[in-house]
């Protein structure tokens, strides 16, 4: 939203759709960083804007590396899984 809103109303349509797709919100947040890079890399000037998404990426995948493995190992909670526990919770009482 920052460097353009119509390229973050894409980004957050994307990052809404792939989750949904995959059932797993982190693959929706690194396909949104990574549109973001590919955005900075054709459609803006400058090296600092693609050096920030870089970083930005980089760091997600820092952050997140213990849910890759939990992806790769099958153990990462789906997010259906984790809306019906909510559901579930708030309709016992």
């Known amino acids: 939203f920052a460097l353009d809103w119509k390229m973050g109303l894409v980004g957050l ?8 797709m995959t059932d ?3 693959v929706g947040v690194l396909f949104l960083y990574l549109t973001f890079t590919g955005y900075t890399l054709w459609l ?3 090296f600092v804007p693609l050096l920030v998404a870089i970083t930005l ?6 952050e997140h ?3 890759i493995v939990r992806i790769k190992g ?6 259906s899984k984790v809306l019906k526990k909510k559901k579930g919770a708030t309709t016992q009482r």
């Open 57 to 62: 990426f980089t760091l997600a995948m820092w």
């Open 74 to 79: 099958g153990t990462e909670p789906r997010i």
């Open 65 to 67: 590396k213990e849910n």
């Open 24 to 26: 797993y919100l982190l």
């Open 13 to 20: 349509t994307l990052l809404i759709v792939t989750t949904l």
């Open 44 to 46: 803006t000037e400058g």
